[in-house]
């Protein structure tokens, strides 16, 4: 779902609340075709009015996600990964256990990712969102203070991280070894986690 346009409006609400005209330009769409969107949307409990803008002529209307909707983000099934993280710390040493799932992370990167192309990090970075078909992930790039930031709308192991946020730590320095660059991590571990990591290596 995520990969139409009623996904790529669920995609760009998980930022911020929008209005009709913000999405259409957004989007590339006319206003008309988002409010037909955006209806639908709400009928089917996803979206919701969030408030007003104050406009030239009148108030806009602003959108945000429902708590349903955020629940169409990908998601790992997370509790089973919960407790063999647990039991890994308990039963091993810390560079023990932290050896084992960054090997972990390695392989699952390399099964979905393979081989990139690309001399620099930051086209590395472009080869490995389209194989993950970034958009549909709710998976956005941009440039923030000179650095490259990796952010999603969720956290698909969210369950382990809320318990073991280390391992955000250790994703980043896997997705660095990918890249070839420096990655850090801050991603936000609340009510509503999201990955959140920056590209700080050389040759960008």
């Not at 560079?95 to 620099?120: T, V």
């Amino acid at each position: 779902m995520l990969g139409t346009t009623k996904g790529k409006i669920l995609v760009t609400l998980c930022w911020r609340r929008q209005t009709v005209s913000d999405l259409a330009e957004g989007l590339g769409l006319t206003d008309n075709a988002v409010r037909a969107q955006l209806e639908r949307l709400e009928r089917d409990g996803l979206v919701a009015k969030a408030g007003s803008r104050r406009g030239v002529r009148k108030p806009h209307v602003e959108y945000e996600l429902t708590a349903e909707a955020l629940t169409r983000f990908p998601r790992a099934y997370g509790p089973v990964l919960v407790h063999v993280v647990s039991v890994l710390r308990d039963r091993l040493r810390a560079g023990g256990s932290r050896g084992i799932l960054l090997e972990a992370a390695r392989r699952l990167l390399d099964q979905h990712l393979g081989r990139l192309r690309g001399r620099s990090p930051r086209k590395r970075l472009a080869a490995a969102i389209d194989k993950l078909n970034g958009a549909g992930l709710g998976i956005d790039v941009s440039e923030r203070s000179g650095k490259t930031v990796i952010r999603s709308c969720s956290c698909p192991i969210a369950s382990v991280t809320a318990v073991h946020p280390e391992v955000c730590a250790l994703f980043a320095t896997v997705l660095g070894e990918v890249l070839g660059a420096d990655v850090s991590e801050s991603c936000v571990k609340g009510g509503s986690p999201r990955c959140y990591f920056e590209l700080v290596g050389p040759g960008r």
